[in-house]
């Protein structure tokens, strides 16, 4: 079974109100491609995860724009999603095993959840359209750190 799990997609983060020093995000463009992607995962009928976090902002909601298809959102306190043990245990029974992350950031919660989930078994994938950058230098360095994960990165 094959999940998506887009993460932080908050106001604070992406939304047009943030602080664009800190996070320079394109927000159109980095939206629409994650919700061309949630789109593909409704058609075939995958499983569509969202995530918030809560370590350091008041767990704002999604940005509007962002296409929820489905009620299946889980917080996180830590870096990495694969930290909130209720969404392992959903993973593990539904028996998801192949997963897309996107969201930002690719050198954060991102990046940390992607090397996370393939320590704890799962084959992840990253599509570069769909993750958000603030710091595309460091994220060449991520990069490097993420395929030798086995961790598939894609455009």
């Known amino acids: ?26 927000f159109e463009q980095l939206v629409d491609n994650i919700n061309s992607k949630i789109t593909d995962y409704e058609q075939r009928s995958d499983t569509i995860i969202y995530i918030k976090n809560k370590r350091k902002f008041s767990a704002s909601g999604f940005v509007p724009e962002l296409r929820l298809a489905s009620d299946l959102v889980f917080e996180k306190n830590r870096a990495s999603c694969f930290s909130n043990n209720l969404l392992l245990s959903y993973l593990m029974d539904k028996a998801i095993t192949k997963i897309e992350l996107a969201g930002v950031d690719g050198n954060f ?13 799962f084959s992840i994938r990253l599509s570069l359209s769909c993750i958000g950058v603030a710091n595309t230098q460091r994220f060449l360095k991520t990069q490097e750190k993420l395929a030798k994960a086995n961790i598939s990165i894609f455009d």
């Open 1 to 26: 079974m094959t999940a998506l799990i887009v993460i932080d997609m908050q106001d604070e983060y992406v939304g047009r109100n943030r602080k664009q020093k800190r996070n320079p995000y394109n």
């Open 109 to 121: 919660c991102v990046g940390m959840s992607a090397l996370d989930g393939a320590k704890k078994g």
